[in-house]
């Protein structure tokens, strides 16, 4: 199992307990406010919890928090930014820049300063950021809210590509149609608990 999570228990409730294998892609819903966002932290040992978090059948108090956070790596839906200029934020550029087009961006952008690029150009950037530094699992935090229809789309087809290629995602989303593309799991949140919703081929 990619991920093993029990009893995790925090700020929004618990305990929440689940499994992701590698290649699933597992999304949450649920009204606003009710803890979604602070789960993905608590997950990414952003936020204090208790219980326990296995990746790969290794515990996650057994590693440094960074390394951690390296390999399951939390994407707010609005990522902060330390350094003036894209580039700067990108490690390898080169994958960047390859990528980059993929999630409709041009990759000249890597080199403009943070603070001119658009809510939603800033929100891809984040995710690519991620993405070039290939955790096992990505936590995303409503990943196209930003964004028009033809930016979500291209978003979810590399989410779903990343999927196949084995990395695991959670997903927290209020986008009905985006949960029935991209989800292999869905659950609701509701007051600390966690309920299955489907389960999709």
């Not at 219980?51 to 960074?66: E, H, S, V």
């Not at 350094?83 to 952008?109: F, I, S, T």
């Not at 658009?118 to 690519?128: D, F, H, N, V």
Request: charged residues 20%; proline residues 5%.
């Amino acid at each position: 199992m990619l991920l093993d999570i029990r009893d995790l228990t925090g700020a929004p409730g618990g305990p929440f307990s689940f499994t992701l294998a590698a290649g699933d892609c597992l999304v949450i819903s649920g009204p606003s406010g009710i803890g979604k966002s602070l789960l993905l932290r608590m997950i990414a040992d952003l936020d204090d919890n208790t219980g326990t978090i296995l990746l790969n059948g290794a515990a996650r108090d057994t590693m440094p928090a960074p390394h951690w956070r390296r390999q399951v790596m939390y994407v707010a839906a609005e990522s902060g930014w330390w350094a003036d200029k894209v580039r700067e934020h990108m490690q390898p550029a080169a994958e960047a820049a390859a990528l980059a087009p993929r999630l409709g961006l041009r990759a000249e952008l890597l080199d403009a300063p943070v603070a001119q690029l658009s809510t939603g150009e800033r929100q891809r950037m984040a995710l690519l950021r991620a993405i070039i530094r290939k955790p096992a699992v990505l936590l995303l935090d409503e990943p196209t809210s930003a964004l028009d229809q033809a930016s979500t789309l291209a978003v979810e087809t590399l989410l779903t590509e990343l999927a196949a290629a084995g990395t695991g995602l959670v997903v927290v989303s209020h986008n009905e149609q985006q949960a029935e593309r991209i989800a292999t799991r869905r659950v609701q949140m509701t007051h600390g608990t966690l309920t299955d919703l489907e389960r999709h081929a």
